[in-house]
C-alpha cells in the first residue's frame, strides 16, 4: 500500500498494488476524500486509511487498510475523513415572518434553491418552495470527546403560507432542531401555530426567534418584548415546548432593501450552540434518501438534491427510484458544492446520476434497490392533535403526509388501554367512531393541559390509540414512517389547525385487495342488548323476551351467556314459539330473589290463550320488580363470518 500525491489528475489517490495467486500484479487507483491530514478511501470492500505527516511538496504517510464488514464501517470511515457532524434546522413560521431573511444572514453556503431563487418566488415575493443554506461552527465544548472536527448547521427555510402546508410537512420531517420564527410586531399568527404542531410531531428541540424588533419604537422597545415573551411563556405552557428559549434580533433591519447589518444573530447561533446534541444516526440499514429538488446539467445528468434519512450511499451505488420503476448508478455526489464519495443519515447530498428525466421527479424518495414496499394499506399508532377543533371520525377520509408524498385514505380508528404503544394481532381491540385525546402521563410536558382537554371529552379514552389507513392509491414510505393526517381541503383563511393527527406506521400491505390484511387485525363492536323475562318454567329454565324480533335467526345466539338483572348466569338454549322469545337454561338455578319476583307469571291473562310452556304471548309485568335478561357479546368488524363472540 503505498500513498502519493497525482500531480496529472490533482486529486489525492491511494495507489494499492494487487498480489493473488497464479496472477500477475495489478494495480489500482482510489481516489480519497481529503480533509486536511486525514485520508480515507474504499475498493472492493476494504477500507484504506492514512495520516498524513510532514511538510512541503514531500508529505510521508502512515497508512492502514482493515474489511469492511459493515455499512457502518464505511460510514464511519467516512466520518473519520470529514470528520463533520451535520445538524439539520428546520426555520418555520407564518408567512413574511422573516425565515429567508434570517436564514440568509445565517448562511455561508447556499444550495441551488436557496434564498427564493425560484422565479414564481422573486415575482411574489414569499417562499414557495423549500430551501437549503448552511454555515459551520467549532464544535462547542460539551461535545469535545465526540469524533468530529467541525459542526455544520444545515438550514431548511419552509414556507409559510397556509396553501404550502404539505411542503412544510415534508420539510419539517428531516430536521434535527427547530427555530420557530415569529414577528415580534404581530406575535401568533395561524401559520404559526401549524408550524408549531408540525414542530411538536418532528422534534426535540425548539428555539423561538422574535424578529423584526427593529420595527418597534425604541422608547417601547423594551417594555413591548417582555409583554410579548409573557404572552408566548403562556401559549407554549400549553405544548411539548413549555419553557424555549427566546431570542430577540433582526435579521434584516430597515426592510429588503437595506443594507444594515442582522442584529441579534451571535446570541442565536450561542443559542444553537448550546442545545447541539449529536443525533442517532441509523447508518446500517438500507438507504432512504428524501428528494426535494431535481435538475439536470447538460453533458452530465440529473442531480437530485435531498438528505439522507437513514443509511449511507457512495458514489457508484445502485439506487432505486421506487415511483419511477427504474434502478441507476451514483455518478457523483456533492455536499454543499464539495465533492464527496460517501454520505450517510442526515447529510444533506446532491447526487448525480443519469438517464433520468428531471421534469418527472418534483420531490420523493431514492432507496436501496428492492427496499421500500409500495403500501396499499397500513397501521399506524396514532394521537389527535389537540389543537384541531373538529371531530376525527372514523370511515371519513383524510389527506395523509409521508414524508414528501401526500395520498388520500380512508381511516378506521380503534384503541384498547390494555397492551403497548406497539400492535398486538392477538389482542382485541375497540372500535372507535371517532379518534379521542390522548390520556395524559405524569411525566408528560404540557400534561395538565393535555388532561384537561381530555376530561372535556366525552368519548371513550383510551391508552393506546391504532388506525387502519386505505389509499386511494399506492404510497411508497418506510415500513416504520412518520405519518400526518389533515384536512388540507379546509379554507386556507380559516384560522383553526387542520392537522388532525399524528403517528408512526406499525404494519402494511402491497397487495391490492386489503380485506386480507383488514381480517388479521381483531377490532370489535362491544354489544349489549337488553330483554325481560316473560315467565319462570322451572328453578332452572326462564323463558325471555323482546331481546330478538320475531325475524332474527337464533341459530347464531344460541349457547351465548346472559345475565339476569337479579346476578344469575344464564345460557341461551333454543327458541320457543314463533314471536322471538327464547328459553334460558340458567345452570345453579334461580335465586329467591328472582323467584319472588317471577312467582305467578306464566298465568293466562284476560283474552290471551298462553298457558305455562305453550309459547303464546301471556301478559307480562314490566313495572318495579320485573326481571331483566342481558347479553353482552362483541361483534368484530373485520370478520367475514361475522360470528359473534364472548369474553
Not at 466520518?79 to 431573511?101: E, P, Y
Not at 335465586?591 to 305467578?600: D, I, Q, V, Y
Amino acid at each position: 500500500l503505498n500513498g502519493r500525491h497525482r500531480v496529472k489528475t490533482k486529486k489525492l489517490c491511494f495507489v494499492i498494488s494487487l498480489h493473488k495467486s497464479n496472477e500477475p500484479e495489478s494495480t489500482v487507483r482510489v481516489p480519497v476524500s481529503d480533509s486536511g491530514r486525514r485520508l480515507i478511501g474504499q475498493h472492493s470492500g476494504t477500507i484504506y486509511s492514512a495520516v498524513v505527516g510532514g511538510t512541503g511538496l514531500e508529505p510521508t504517510f502512515t497508512a492502514s487498510e482493515r474489511t469492511v464488514t459493515s455499512a457502518s464501517d464505511l460510514s464511519r470511515a467516512s466520518t473519520m475523513a470529514k470528520r463533520l457532524l451535520n445538524i439539520n434546522v428546520g426555520v418555520l413560521g407564518h408567512v413574511d415572518s422573516g425565515k429567508t431573511s434570517l436564514s440568509r444572514a445565517l448562511s455561508t453556503t447556499a444550495s441551488t434553491n436557496a434564498f427564493d431563487k425560484n422565479p414564481q418566488s422573486k415575482e411574489r415575493g414569499i417562499t414557495l418552495d423549500l430551501g437549503f443554506s448552511s454555515f459551520d461552527q467549532p464544535m462547542p465544548k460539551h461535545l469535545a470527546d465526540e469524533p468530529y472536527d467541525s459542526l455544520q448547521f444545515t438550514l431548511v427555510d419552509c414556507p409559510g403560507h397556509a396553501s404550502l402546508i404539505r411542503t412544510i410537512i415534508g420539510g419539517a420531517q428531516i430536521i434535527d432542531h427547530m427555530i420557530l420564527v415569529i414577528d415580534i410586531t404581530k406575535g401568533i399568527q395561524t401559520q404559526t401555530a401549524e408550524c408549531l404542531v408540525i414542530g411538536e410531531i418532528t422534534t426535540k428541540k425548539l428555539i423561538v426567534v422574535l424578529n423584526k424588533v427593529d420595527l418597534v419604537k425604541p422608547d417601547n422597545r423594551a417594555k413591548h418584548i417582555e409583554k410579548t415573551k409573557k404572552k408566548l411563556t403562556q401559549v407554549f405552557a400549553k405544548t411539548k415546548f413549555p419553557m424555549p428559549e427566546m431570542i430577540v434580533l433582526s435579521a434584516k433591519p430597515g426592510g429588503p432593501e437595506s443594507n444594515t447589518p442582522p442584529e441579534g444573530l451571535d446570541e442565536l447561533v450561542q443559542t444553537l450552540l448550546a442545545n447541539v446534541e449529536v443525533p442517532r444516526r441509523d447508518v446500517d440499514g438500507p438507504l432512504l434518501f428524501a428528494v426535494d429538488h431535481c435538475f439536470s446539467i447538460k453533458g452530465q445528468g440529473t442531480v437530485l438534491t435531498g438528505t439522507v434519512l437513514r443509511g449511507s450511499i457512495s458514489v457508484s451505488d445502485e439506487i432505486e427510484l421506487p415511483a419511477q420503476g427504474i434502478t441507476r448508478k451514483v455518478k457523483s455526489m456533492q455536499m454543499f458544492r464539495r465533492p464527496v464519495t460517501a454520505a450517510s443519515m442526515g447529510d444533506r447530498l446532491g447526487m448525480c446520476v443519469t438517464s433520468v428525466d428531471a421534469k418527472s421527479i418534483e420531490r420523493g424518495i431514492v432507496c436501496a434497490p428492492g427496499s421500500l414496499p409500495a403500501m396499499t394499506a397500513a397501521v399506524a399508532q396514532v394521537e389527535k392533535i389537540r389543537f384541531f377543533k373538529s371531530s376525527v371520525k372514523t370511515k371519513t377520509k383524510f389527506h395523509l403526509s409521508v414524508g414528501h408524498a401526500t395520498v388520500m385514505c380512508s381511516v378506521t380508528f380503534f384503541g384498547a388501554d390494555e397492551g403497548g404503544p406497539d400492535l398486538d394481532l392477538a389482542q382485541d381491540y375497540h372500535y372507535l367512531e371517532e379518534l379521542t385525546l390522548p390520556k395524559p402521563t405524569p411525566s408528560d410536558d404540557g400534561a395538565a393541559a393535555a388532561a384537561a382537554a381530555a376530561a372535556a371529552d366525552p368519548l371513550p379514552n383510551y391508552k393506546n390509540q391504532f388506525v387502519l389507513l386505505e389509499f386511494d392509491s399506492p404510497i411508497n414510505c418506510s415500513p416504520d414512517a412518520l405519518v400526518i393526517g389533515s384536512r388540507l381541503d379546509a379554507d386556507v383563511h380559516t384560522p383553526h389547525c387542520r392537522l388532525a393527527f399524528s403517528g408512526r406506521l406499525l404494519m402494511h400491505s402491497t397487495e391490492s385487495d386489503t380485506t386480507l390484511f383488514a381480517q388479521q387485525l381483531k377490532v370489535y363492536k362491544p354489544k349489549v342488548r337488553t330483554g325481560a323475562v316473560d315467565r319462570m318454567m322451572d328453578e332452572y329454565t326462564v323463558i325471555g323476551r323482546t331481546l330478538f324480533s320475531k325475524d332474527t335467526a337464533l341459530e347464531k345466539f344460541l349457547g351465548l351467556k346472559v345475565r339476569l338483572s337479579t346476578g344469575e348466569i344464564g345460557v341461551i338454549e333454543s327458541g320457543f314459539g314463533k314471536s322471538g322469545k327464547f328459553k334460558v337454561r340458567v345452570p345453579d338455578g334461580l335465586g329467591a330473589e328472582a323467584t319472588a319476583a317471577l312467582k305467578g307469571k306464566g298465568k293466562k291473562g284476560k283474552g290471551k290463550g298462553g298457558a305455562v310452556g305453550d309459547g303464546g304471548d301471556g301478559e307480562v309485568d314490566d313495572g318495579p320488580g320485573a326481571v331483566s335478561i342481558i347479553l353482552e357479546f362483541k361483534r368484530y368488524v373485520f370478520d367475514p363470518s361475522k360470528a359473534l363472540r364472548q369474553h
